[in-house]
């Protein structure tokens, strides 16, 4: 039997603690107060599950509570614990979980320390249902289905629930029965999956389940930079990418990334969604690139990097008709996939997602408002043409699309494969493929625009392992690139707001990326001086031995 992961939401006296019990009886209950002392203990918890276990986690609002107050007089954030439970419940062997926590509500905070703790809870809710099969919100003890239906067959289920659709709770998700779960290794030791055999792609009717990074060695990595002798405090916000990479390689102390590859997406929308853009220019950059010429052909170069251009499949106007039909979908997604299967297969450790084209960004936003919520008017950028004029009618034509879009769509599936046939089209459908066969084969991906971030979205839909395997190495201050990153839970490295193409930014942090990582990994240790009798805090046990040991005095 695949595994399930459950969240259920429920305000005070919702009831959601009892439809919880109801969809995993019996289980072992896990309090949230009862971590109360150590933030990633719940993590470490799920993450070391035996297979075959189910576990029901109630009262993950204690538990938050909690790291708020572990987290308020100290360095640490809280939400590297919130991270580190998402960690472990997406690595979790366990054959079910049922997760209950408190919804964040609709009122605005009557003070700060009820706007942060609010903040924080959305968050943990917003990470925990993005590695969750179905989540499920209970409102006066009826629950209602947001993503996902039920669990597999064989859960009682609570009379009366609803399913998206509204329909009666069918079975639970299921997994490719080619998928399997393993511990990332560090690189080397194995290139792919056991057992894993797609002939060229997945089966993609159902959800993925793919690999995550290894927390064990993310952690040790952030462990070791606190021991190294730096002459300053140390990496600073580069830290956080330094634990990212120990945790994508298996390593303690990750390497800088020896073989980069970028995949130029080329992708065209007919319709509204390309208002303001230039169709030529789009293609010269394609040329550009091929030929060396062009920022990202320069940035690349002075990084190293080496490109693949890829022509996607064009998409329709999406406010008339759909984008992409299902079945050009799919073989998109196969595509991306495969371009990234044969990057790993080549060697290369990292892979930077750019993107160029027309209408591209209406139809990022237009799919990522569908999966992930906002406003499209506020996720959609400025229109800057050439010569850096703000075309507002363009931008105004995008908005109508784009609502034009998702009224013509409000009663189709949500699924993501009908989303990128609906209003996400090729480009978005190759990118999502390309970030879900990277994780396959464990690679990490660097994302800086909105084809990366709406694919990120309909990736981690599919696979929700995926989006552990993103790196956002800035926003750029696009509105949709920092929404999109704050619901995959991804935190800008840098802040350069350069506009280049997508892709260039990444590109142009890189440097400093595999910087911080040769530091990090040729860095010699703090030296320590050895302990002697005269050491403060220590003393000479009363043994009969040659060479006398040292303990510590008792206060």
């Not at 538990?63 to 954030?77: G, H, M, R």
């Not at 925990?128 to 859960?155: F, I, Y």
Request: net charge negative; hydrophobic share 45%; proline share 7%.
């Amino acid at each position: 039997m695949s595994t399930s992961r459950v969240l259920v939401l429920g305000g005070v006296g919702s009831g959601a603690a009892e439809v919880a019990q109801r969809l995993l009886e019996p289980a072992q209950r896990l309090a949230g107060a009862d971590f109360a002392l150590d933030p990633y203990g719940l993590g470490l918890r799920l993450s070391g599950a035996a297979a075959g276990e189910t576990l029901l986690v109630e009262g993950l609002d204690d538990w938050l509570t909690a790291v708020l107050s572990l987290t308020a007089d100290s360095d640490a954030a809280p939400g590297d614990a919130i991270d580190a439970l998402a960690s472990g419940l997406a690595g979790s062997a366990a054959e079910r979980v049922v997760l209950v926590s408190a919804e964040v509500g609709l009122a605005v905070p009557v003070s700060d320390e009820a706007e942060h703790y609010a903040d924080a809870l959305g968050r943990l809710n917003r990470a925990l249902a993005s590695v969750c099969d179905g989540v499920a919100l209970v409102v006066a003890g009826q629950p209602t289905w947001l993503k996902g239906s039920a669990m597999p067959e064989g859960s009682a289920m609570p009379e009366g629930s609803a399913t998206p659709e509204g329909s009666a709770t069918p079975a639970g998700p299921s997994l490719p029965a080619a998928a399997v779960r393993e511990r990332v290794v560090p690189t080397g030791t194995a290139a792919r999956p056991a057992a894993a055999d797609h002939a060229g792609g997945p089966d993609w009717s159902g959800h993925l389940d793919l690999v995550v990074p290894d927390e064990a060695t993310a952690a040790a990595a952030g462990l070791h930079l606190q021991g190294l002798d730096f002459a300053g405090a140390g990496l600073g916000a580069l830290a956080e990418m330094v634990r990212f990479a120990g945790g994508t390689q298996g390593l303690a102390a990750p390497h800088p990334w020896e073989s980069v590859r970028v995949l130029l997406l080329h992708g065209v929308h007919a319709g509204g969604a390309a208002a303001g853009d230039d169709r030529d220019a789009a293609v010269r950059r394609i040329t550009q690139a091929g030929e060396g010429a062009g920022a990202l052909a320069l940035l690349a170069a002075a990084a190293g990097a080496s490109i693949g251009t890829v022509d996607c499949p064009p998409s329709g106007a999406m406010e008339t008709a759909d984008a992409l039909p299902p079945d050009e979908v799919d073989a998109a997604l196969t595509l991306g996939w495969q371009l990234a299967e044969s990057a790993a297969d080549e060697g290369v450790d990292a892979i930077v997602l750019a993107a160029t084209g027309a209408g591209s960004e209406a139809a990022a936003v237009a799919l990522s408002t569908l999966t992930a919520g906002g406003e499209p008017a506020a996720l959609l950028d400025r229109v800057v043409s050439a010569g850096g004029v703000i075309d507002d009618n363009a931008w105004m034509t995008r908005c109508l699309t784009v609502r034009d879009a998702l009224h013509r769509v409000r009663t189709r599936p949500r699924d993501p494969r009908s989303l990128l046939a609906t209003v996400g089209g090729g480009d978005l459908a190759v990118a999502t493929g390309v970030i879900l066969g990277a994780t396959y084969r464990r690679t990490p991906v660097l994302i800086d625009g909105p084809v990366g971030i709406a694919a990120g979205l309909a990736a981690r839909d599919l696979g929700p392992q995926s989006r552990l395997w993103l790196l956002l190495p800035d926003h750029g201050g696009h509105p949709l690139v920092r929404f999109g990153g704050d619901v995959l839970g991804l935190n800008p490295v840098l802040h350069l707001r350069m506009r280049l193409g997508e892709g260039a930014t990444a590109l142009a942090a890189l440097p400093l990326l595999r910087a911080a990582l040769t530091v990090a990994a040729g860095t010699p240790e703090t030296p320590r001086p050895p302990l002697t009798e005269d050491s403060p805090g220590w003393e000479v046990a009363d043994f009969p031995t040659a060479e006398l040991p040292l303990v510590k005095r008792e206060s």
